[in-house]
């Protein structure tokens, strides 16, 4: 696709729940990342992977966190046991190589009731 | 760990006046970037800075990167209401691959 693509762009989940969050990266690039963003403020990273190699994942706030990038291309962030303070917005970017600017997803806005 | 400082973290401007945000970065950082956030919108990217003394321009927007002073700026000349965004800038240091943002400034410009 021309762009980053994430889904599904809103999610409501019961606390206790598990997610999943989905990022389509643009096509050929290497490098992908997830970022969590609460209202007003910046994006804090989460992990990084560089094709299916997740080289860092010291952003993930717990153990509940998961993420994958199974081929090389489309990644999955797992979150269980939603709790409410894991309301937030989720973006995933990519970039060619780590030397190139990132280009962000429209973001994921997940609220736990 | 890169840690970012952004300032001013609020900006209300006048219409055609100049205005500058500074982005301070505590450990080497091998590139800078500046992005654009608009309500409930993405990220768009501005610039990336990628050497020492690298003055970037775009429209009214001018960027630059300091790298011995661990500064960068975003420039505003002649401000207008379309430029009405939240500001982040972000840096990445040698030995890691992740971007790390600053808090943003929520830049406001009125008539």
């Known amino acids: 696709g021309a762009g980053v693509s994430q889904s599904p762009r809103y999610k409501v989940a019961k606390r206790g729940q598990d997610v999943a969050l989905r990022c389509d990266p643009i096509?050929?690039?290497?490098?992908l990342f997830w970022y969590q963003q609460a209202l007003g403020q910046g994006p804090e990273f989460l992990t990084y992977?560089?094709?299916?190699?997740?080289?860092?994942k010291s952003g993930l706030p717990s153990d509940r966190f998961f993420a994958e990038r199974p081929e090389g291309s489309v990644s999955t962030l797992k979150i269980q046991r939603t709790q409410q303070e894991d309301s937030a917005v989720y973006l995933c970017?990519?970039?060619?190589?780590?030397?190139?600017?990132?280009?962000f997803g429209q973001g994921t806005r997940l609220t736990v009731v | 760990e890169l840690k970012v400082e952004q300032n001013p973290l609020f900006l209300s401007m006048q219409e055609e006046k100049n205005y500058t945000i500074y982005c301070n970065y505590s450990?080497?950082?091998?590139?800078l970037y500046w992005y654009r956030q608009d309500p409930g919108k993405s990220l768009e990217s501005l610039f990336v800075?990628?050497?020492?003394?690298a003055v970037k321009q775009e429209g009214r927007l001018m960027a630059s990167l300091d790298t011995k002073a661990r500064l960068s700026t975003l420039h505003i000349t002649a401000a207008v209401h379309d430029l009405s965004a939240t500001y982040f800038c972000a840096g990445t240091s040698y030995n890691n691959n992740d971007m790390r943002f600053g808090a943003g400034t929520r830049l406001t410009v009125k008539p």
């Open positions: 992977f560089q094709n299916e190699a997740q080289l860092d």
């Open positions: 800075l990628l050497s020492n003394g």
């Open positions: 096509s050929g690039h290497v490098s």
């Open positions: 450990t080497t950082s091998d590139r």
């Open positions: 970017a990519s970039s060619l190589d780590r030397t190139t600017e990132a280009f």
